[in-house]
């Protein structure tokens, strides 16, 4: 499956975005999604999971509250709302599908990767 992430930008604290993931070439719902994030220096880590039928998600304890993941298995799409940004949420988002049977949080338990988008938080 290929995945084109979108929707980053320049925000200031408490701002809001939306990311979107527009997915081709496989049956989408077949798949787990993720949302990742690499901050520069850091390692990329599981921001937000979501189950192929959306019933199920998974949220990193940072965002609890905050970010919103969903999906639209008729559009093959696949969305992270960002509220309340703090200047730490600043990073490269990258959307993941996953073939495992469950939610997974490592990076290696997923097999297809966006391109990052851009999340900049000032302060």
């Known amino acids: 499956v290929q995945l084109q992430a979108s929707g980053g930008g320049l925000v200031q604290a408490g701002g809001s975005l939306r990311l979107n993931c527009a997915a081709s070439?496989?049956?989408?719902?077949?798949?787990?999604m993720g949302w990742f994030r690499q901050a520069p220096g850091k390692e990329r880590e599981l921001v937000a999971a979501?189950?192929?039928?959306?019933?199920?998600?998974y949220y990193a304890d940072s965002v609890k509250g905050r970010f919103t993941i969903s999906r639209d298995n008729t559009q093959n799409t696949l969305s992270l709302q960002l509220n309340g940004l703090k200047p730490e949420d600043t990073a490269l988002y990258y959307c993941?599908?996953?073939?495992?049977?469950?939610?997974?949080?490592?990076?290696?338990?997923?097999?297809?990767w966006g391109q990052g988008t851009l999340v900049t938080v000032s302060s």
């Open positions: 993941a599908a996953s073939r495992l049977v469950r939610i997974g949080s490592q990076r290696e338990e997923y097999d297809y």
């Open positions: 070439g496989r049956t989408f719902s077949n798949y787990h």
């Open positions: 979501i189950t192929w039928s959306g019933r199920n998600t």
